[in-house]
């Protein structure tokens, strides 16, 4: 009887032991892993099992929308978090010119804007100056008939964005408010948001990028025909430009620049008084009655004008793009011709990469996106400030004259209103181009103030004149950045390239080489807009040469490094 006490009480402590073991072990398995999700600093990390998702696109305006649809064609997996999916209501981001369609037809995306959202084509400029005009056309001879400016809603077109994005399986599009991002020891992992209901939510990514959107007084005039037809039409008025262009088959856009921090209200009445004894003067006769209409309707908008120089510090794991990043005065509508050029230039540096996990060296090797954004994205910059300080009334006798030789410069026609218009445009956005054109106008005032005959004050005018140019432009390259602009081939960075150590998911082309020893080696040949050279004898622990022919490349193995001939065809050993 005593023995079998003893046993019960021993299978009861070897069950108590297993139960004990077992219960210790999964609470202990969920402690570690909230230990694992939890940083230093108290933000919760992604588990190690979370890789649903590769990129984290905050904000679906023009440059997120967009990139969302171009790396989800890549096969990336997107989740995309806009703080309000229904159509954007804005008074910019209407006018995209025509160097930016060619980039959206590069991304396949050129039907969002088309006549599904009543776009219309815009094939240059009208200039006007007390009572004269003068227009400037887009140089498009050598491009096909679609190529062309595009005037639209900007709700409309960025909607049609969204929804192309919206119809890749791989990309999640959701209403959400982003509050934080989630970072460990200097890499951002995710971010934290508030979903449509309210709740708080975590995701994360290898990448998060962010794009947020950006004083002009915007009406809508209807029902009324420009003066010249399918161009956009900038006043050179007193004391700022007005611009007007087509935004639909019956509506033209009116952005009336007040310059200053104190806008006149709305509310009270000043800002129609000022529109009606002050800008209404200056419209051209065959707008006038449609702006008057337009402003006795009441239906104003205002938005802040803002200009900021790239100034790029990367972060492992981030990047900044759009308004969130770079700004310029929306005067030459080259924001999203600047936003869709960054997103083509960001696809093809991604591109070679089959995840973005190693965020340290992911960052390092984009460190070569911001200087090779720079040629264009600072001459578009830099022309809409110049121009717009230029284009602005002046009590100054030197701004004076820079402005009236301004508009005679380009109605001389030639070179002199092609060059100008293709740096607008985007079509021909190279930084000493604008220098150039610039200071030529500077030396045409001076030469205007030489004739007939010469005096001591014209000379003294001209040299202010001088002084006067450089004060403008000067100080917005020096915020650009001088060696970025102009000679962003001697940084570094322009010559990054990507971590050789990846496997590579796609290629345009794939060769197999045979060494004399009868060794193999798998080679991609891919584009990119990045060259590559590496150490063969570390990859491959090989010194011979070889060569392949084809249509994508020809490379050439010498010396113990891989050269490539074509500059936008790189070459890349797969591990």
Known sequence: MVYEYVLAGVLVSLLSSVFFFIINTTFSEKKKDGVANVSATGVFLAPETEKSTDVVIVGAGVAGAALAYT????????????????????????????GGYLKLIELGLEDCANESIDAQKVFGYALYKNGNDTKLSYPLETYSSDIAGR??????????????????????????TVTTLLEEKGTVKGVMYKNKAGEEMRTYAPLTIIENPSCFVGLILENCELPHANHGHVI????????????????????????????????NGE???????????????????????????????????????????PTPGAILLG???????????????????????????LRPLSDFNDAPAVCAYLESFYTLRKPVSSTINTLAGALYKVFCASPDPARQEMR??????????????????????????????????????????????????????????????????????????????????????????YYRVPPVHRRIKRSTK?????????????????????????????????????????????VGLAKGKIGVIYEYKSLYLRD
């Open 510 to 554: 794939h060769v197999c080489w045979e060494n004399p020893s009868g060794k193999r080696y798998n080679i991609m040949i891919i584009p990119t807009r990045v060259r590559i050279s590496v150490n063969v004898p570390r990859l491959l622990g090989l010194g011979e040469s070889a060569a392949f022919e084809g249509n994508y490349a020809t």
């Open 271 to 313: 800002m129609a008084w000022y529109l009606k004894t002050v800008v209404a003067p200056q419209v051209p006769h065959q707008l006038l009655k449609a702006f008057l209409a337009a402003v006795d309707k009441g239906i104003i908008r205002t938005m802040q004008n803002k200009s900021m120089p790239a100034a790029p510090q």
């Open 236 to 267: 050179m008025g007193d004391p700022s430009p007005i611009l007007f262009y087509p935004i639909s088959s019956t509506e033209v856009r009116c952005l009336v620049d007040v310059p200053g921090t104190k806008v006149p209200s709305v509310a």
């Open 151 to 176: 005037s639209f809603h900007n709700g409309r077109f960025i909607q049609r964005m969204r929804e192309r994005a919206a119809t890749l399986p791989n990309v999640k599009l959701e209403q959400g």
């Open 323 to 349: 308004d969130a990043f770079n700004m310029r005065h929306p005067l030459t509508g080259g924001g999203m011709t600047v936003a869709l050029s960054d997103i083509v230039l960001l696809r093809d540096l």
């Open 404 to 493: 009236e030789a301004c508009f005679d410069y380009l109605s001389l026609g030639g070179i002199c209103s092609n060059g100008p218009i293709s740096l607008l445009s985007g079509l021909n956005p190279r930084p000493i181009n604008l220098f150039l054109h610039f200071f030529a106008v500077a030396v045409y005032g001076v030469g205007r103030l030489m004739i007939p005959f010469l005096t001591p004050k014209r000379m003294w005018l001209g040299a202010r004149l001088i002084l006067s140019a450089s004060g403008i432009i000067f100080p917005i390259i020096k915020a650009e950045g001088v060696r970025q602009m102009f000679f962003s081939a001697t940084i570094p960075a």
């Open 71 to 98: 790396l989800g064609k890549e096969g990336r997996r997107v989740h995309v978090i806009e703080r309000d999916l229904n159509e954007p209501d804005r008074i910019v981001g209407e006018l995209l010119q025509p």
